[in-house]
């Protein structure tokens, strides 16, 4: 008689990767709360409300950095507990849920610092994010939202200031399939940024057009099953690009 060892191994395995993922994520978020504290300042002071939309002077571009935080790991995160074995409906779920939850704690700590305060243009454009990650998950498509650096020597992970923020150009592309198809690796992008005026302060907003691809897309072309081990690395933009002034 069959002795059901193998549903129990396989229970087993997808447990052990359960586990992998949840402490990964416990330790990652706690480095993330370390380093936040260590760049932005301790959250010791009163509640308080700041006016992010016009008051931070970086012309929405700190907005559009939360679009784009939302959205990506909204989307990494549900890709590791898929890994970890949850069915999909239920691993997309959880990592919008992780998300949403690691950005309105991020909003949280602002509050209470001295130095900062809570956005609550940051938080919608959290929300908006993690909700477009979740369709996307959904409903694949040929669009994304993905980011690029003009000079990587001022890449600051946690940008402390406004040259550091200045630095991020924030995309939204699409791929069209043409006569590729799934194998097409270039993707048509629109970004924005922003740049100091020549008196060092004023911000000016900037919209690029660019071509590019990422790295999946581009080991797509020769190797399909490299590329999907490469996923988590897809919101980088590698491009070309003209720009335009906003006034």
């Excluded at 949840?22 to 010791?44: D, E, I, K, P």
């Excluded at 000016?204 to 190797?223: K, M, Q």
């Amino acid at each position: 008689m069959p002795c059901g060892c193998a549903p129990v191994a396989a229970s087993e395995h997808r447990r052990s990767r359960l586990w992998i993922v949840g402490g990964l994520h416990a330790a990652g978020w706690a480095l993330v709360y370390a380093a936040a504290q260590r760049t932005w300042g301790n959250s010791r002071g009163r509640f308080h409300v700041k006016n992010d939309w016009t008051g931070d002077g970086l012309s929405q571009n700190d907005e559009a950095s939360h679009l784009f935080f939302g959205y990506t790991l909204t989307r990494t995160l549900s890709a590791q507990w898929r890994w970890g074995g949850m069915p999909p409906r239920r691993s997309r779920t959880l990592g919008a849920a992780e998300s949403a939850l690691a950005l309105t704690l991020v909003e949280v700590m602002d509050a209470f610092n001295p130095a900062q305060g809570l956005g609550i243009s940051d938080l919608l454009f959290d929300y908006t994010g993690v909700g477009a990650g979740l369709w996307t998950l959904s409903h694949p498509g040929d669009w994304t939202i993905r980011t690029s650096v003009k000079v990587a020597a001022h890449t600051r992970l946690f940008a402390e200031t406004e040259r550091q923020s200045d630095n991020y150009i924030w995309w939204v592309t699409y791929r069209p399939q043409l006569w590729w198809g799934v194998k097409q690796p270039l993707s048509l992008g629109v970004g924005h940024s922003v740049r100091r005026a020549p008196d060092g302060v004023t911000p000016v907003r900037e919209l690029h057009f660019g071509i590019g691809t990422s790295l999946p897309d581009l080991v797509r072309t020769f190797a399909p099953h490299a590329a999907r081990v490469l996923g988590i690395l897809d919101f980088y933009y590698f491009n070309l690009n003209i720009t335009a002034t906003v006034r």
